[in-house]
């Protein structure tokens, strides 16, 4: 049977343009296979990694020239070591990463399905039982585990990276660390305020005030520190504090106690550094954690910005699955215009990933003012292109 149907493919293919009856039966009555096939998959998948990994360099020495055509005038003007300026340019690639994993993974996707077709590889696996679903199976395990890498970047690794990255730019230029001056945090509670002069950007912060309040919102006590500094696993150390405490109605103070050093347990005091860091960032650059920790620890919080922070919330969960979004597009994209040249595949593909992209901030911009509801803005544009490129694989054979 392998052999009548790679003899009936290879007169189809060449100069013939009517196939009978006859012979789409004998095709159709090839088993479907779903199994695991060793030698095939892994062909597939070496193929693959080949590809993406040429263009995964590519994207990733063409991002890094990009930083040092922005930034290196600027170490060099500072006079900065070579070690600096190296990290610098290392702390920025896990956020240029997050940008390559996409593309790299659909045009690696259309380069080997591409390649597969040219050499009728694809015509002969479907034709041996093998569906167009179950082709793209190895290539479509390796998207799912790079959208996971993805997700680990958006949510862990990058907000360090472009901190430090922050950091050693701030040092090279004025030698010393960023400073926030000036800044006011008020717990989600309302139960707690904190008034830093100058918010620096390490474990201890000189001159700040602390005041503290009853469940009435009146004020019950006070301090005026010199040294502030939060020790993980044990609370806030102040150093050369003085305490007031007011009366029940939080009008009058006592007699002001001053205190060398004392520890207020994170019972006593529940934010961290990172709670206060995180409240002058913008929403955008929280992690997804930290959006879900306010949602559900802010009482009263107005329905404008519960809106921002869900749509954010469900956008950030489902956009870094863009990588085996693009496995989807990919694939049935290449087998549609097999006979129209790669270059065909490669205009559609890309102007539907720029499509997705559009479609997916246009989403976010509606569900942060309260157009469209918060959960589907942030799900919708992602998991319907998934289902597109799902029906589109399916429609093109894969079952």
Not at 24 to 40: D, S
Not at 154 to 177: D, F, G, R, S
Request: charged fraction near 20%; include cysteine; glycine fraction near 6%.
């Amino acid at each position: 049977m392998t052999a009548k149907i790679l003899k009936f493919l290879k007169e189809t293919f060449i100069g013939k343009d009517v196939v009978s009856r006859k012979e789409f039966k004998e095709l159709e009555a090839v088993p479907r296979r779903w199994g695991i096939l060793f030698t095939l998959d892994w062909y597939i998948m070496r193929e693959f990694l080949i590809k993406w990994s040429i263009l995964l360099l590519v994207f990733v020495l063409g991002f890094i020239m990009g930083d040092v055509f922005d930034s290196l005038s600027d170490f060099l003007d500072a006079n900065a070591s070579i070690s600096q300026t190296c990290s610098y340019f290392l702390l920025r690639l896990p956020g240029n990463i997050r940008f390559i994993l996409p593309i790299s993974m659909l045009l690696g996707t259309i380069w080997t399905m591409a390649a597969f077709g040219k050499n009728l590889e694809v015509t002969a696996m479907r034709a041996s039982g093998v569906s167009l679903f179950r082709c793209g199976v190895p290539i479509m395990v390796i998207g799912f585990l790079v959208s996971l890498v993805n997700i680990y970047f958006n949510e862990a690794l990058i907000p360090y990276t472009e901190h430090e990255a922050a950091l050693v730019m701030a040092y090279a230029k004025n030698k010393k660390a960023p400073q926030q001056k000036m800044l006011v945090y008020r717990s989600t509670d309302g139960e707690r305020a904190w008034f830093f002069r100058i918010f620096e950007e390490k474990s201890f912060h000189h001159n700040v005030i602390f005041k503290h309040y009853r469940k009435d919102g009146t004020l019950e006590y006070d301090l005026n520190i010199d040294r502030a500094e939060f020790i993980a696993g044990k609370g806030w150390k102040f150093t050369d504090a003085v305490r007031t405490d007011y009366t029940a109605d939080g009008l009058m103070p006592y007699r002001p106690i001053r205190l060398k050093e004392v520890i207020y347990s994170e019972k006593d005091i529940p934010e961290n550094q990172e709670d206060i860091l995180y409240a002058i960032k913008d929403e955008e650059d929280l992690p997804s954690w930290v959006i879900w920790d306010i949602l559900h620890s802010t009482e009263n919080m107005s329905e404008r910005m519960k809106n921002v922070y869900t749509t954010l919330f469900f956008y950030r969960l489902a956009f870094p699955w863009a990588c085996f979004l693009a496995v989807f597009i990919g694939i049935p994209v290449v087998t549609k215009n097999e006979r129209s040249g790669v270059m065909t595949s490669i205009m559609t593909a890309v102007a539907l990933i720029i499509g997705y992209i559009i479609c997916a901030n246009l989403f976010l911009l509606f569900g942060k003012q309260g157009v469209f509801n918060p959960v589907f803005a942030g799900l919708a544009p992602t998991v319907g292109f998934i289902v597109y490129g799902y029906y589109k694989v399916l429609m093109g054979g894969g079952n």
